[in-house]
């Protein structure tokens, strides 16, 4: 019996990836560094302050600044990405998301979040769904960004779930890594995700009777 299914949010449920990597850009450019959407997927699932080292390891300048001046530099970019937020509504949910979530509670299975997004409250309730979740793991609590199984441990345990008896949903390579980690079922979205247990192409093919036989198998 699956114990419960817990959610990567950026990615999965929606596409705010788009706009982490709109806000990192602008910022990279005004350091003299470039990024493109090859190098954004390096940044999906990995904290704030790890993306900003990435960044400024691809320019050469990880040695410019001081930890102070990369607070702040985090916070620019954090406070561009909120302003972008605020175009975010239900209509921003994925594709067979809302369906999914239905299914899932429909047979009475816990629902989770993992996401190591400090704004991820902001997030679930700007597309309305914080009732969907039983328990959403705090990303400030949490002291290693995927690929460490942190946050999907948290999370299972929130849900009073066996962690190998339980499902986690991701889009992004370290997120898959951290699910399998945890010891759990990786449902991967997207591409170059070969650690995934179970493929899919987007979210629309996320359907609960297809991942639950590929579970069982
Ligand atoms: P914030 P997830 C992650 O969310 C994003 O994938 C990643 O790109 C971002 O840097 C990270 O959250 C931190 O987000 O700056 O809002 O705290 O994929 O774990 O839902
Ligand atoms: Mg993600």
Known sequence: KIEAVVFDLDGVITDTAHYHYLAWKDLAEDLGIFIDEKFNENLKGISRMDSLELILKEGNRQEDFTSEEKEELAAKKNSHYCELLKQLTPKDILPGVQELLTAIKAEGIPIGLASVSKNAMTVLNALNLVEEFHYCADAAKIANSKPDPEIFLTACEGL??????????????????????????????????????????????????????????
């Open 160 to 217: 009073d779930a066996t962690p190998s008896m339980s499902i986690g949903i991701e889009d992004a390579s370290a997120g898959v890594q951290a699910i399998k980690a945890a010891g759990m079922f990786a449902v991967g979205v997207g591409e170059s995700l070969d650690e995934a247990d179970y493929l899919l192409k987007d979210t629309s093919e996320l359907v609960w009777e297809l991942i639950k036989v590929s579970f069982a198998n």
